[in-house]
């Protein structure tokens, strides 16, 4: 057994490991070492592009410490803390982070058409992180059904049909968190007789 054996996590959102955290977000884990006696302790977090992250080490005296990491982006985050070099135990720690600001819609179905013109539009959560996608159509009827399918490059494609004139909501959320110029509201219109028929 070694000294790193004796250190312990012993609170903190860092080891809630099924939470999927907010980009921009300080997530922290207290690390207790007293029973380790003396040595270092440092950590370094590797980022969802394969980057270093910064791990700030927080003295709290009597050999505790407070570690804290600043996310920047949506993905997955493992945290290697270790005592006199040698990880403690649940070292890595896996830290999974969204970011709704990264995702976007666009397309002819969050705009202003007719009755029956298919309501097509794309979002795309490449950026995004961990998270899950919802998209409701609310109109004058009610809820409308959204088929939804995967596309390249983490795009997801959604259709609704509009079948009655009025005004629509179409609500796009990641992890229960609009995204971008979300809600859309557009208005559906009867299309007008052409040449007199």
């Known amino acids: 057994m070694s000294l790193s054996d004796l250190v ?10 099924e939470t999927v955290h907010r980009a921009g977000d300080s997530i ?14 440092a950590a370094v977090a590797i980022g969802p592009k394969g ?7 927080i003295s709290n005296r ?17 945290v290697n803390v270790y005592f006199n070099g040698s990880h403690i135990p649940n070292s890595p720690f896996k830290v999974r982070v969204c970011n709704p600001e990264a995702i976007w819609a666009e397309g002819p179905g969050l705009m202003d058409s007719y009755v ?13 992180g961990h998270g899950t996608l919802s998209v409701r159509v609310n109109g004058p009827k009610d809820k409308f059904r959204v088929d939804m399918w995967k596309g390249a ?4 494609n959604c259709r609704y049909n509009p079948e009655v004139p009025g005004k629509y909501t179409i609500n796009i959320k990641w992890e229960d968190e609009h995204i971008r110029g979300s809600p859309f509201v557009i208005t559906v219109r009867k299309r007008g007789r052409e040449n007199g028929n």
């Open 8 to 17: 312990r996590a012993s609170a903190g959102r860092m080891l809630q490991t």
């Open 153 to 156: 490059d983490r795009t997801v």
């Open 51 to 57: 980057d270093a992250v910064p791990v700030e080490i």
């Open 62 to 78: 009597n050999r505790t410490f407070t570690l804290k990491l600043l996310t920047s982006r949506g993905g997955r985050y493992l």
């Open 116 to 128: 029956d013109d298919l309501g097509d539009f794309q979002v795309f959560t490449r950026d995004a």
């Open 28 to 41: 922290e884990l207290d690390v207790d070492t007293k029973d380790a006696g003396d040595g270092q302790l």
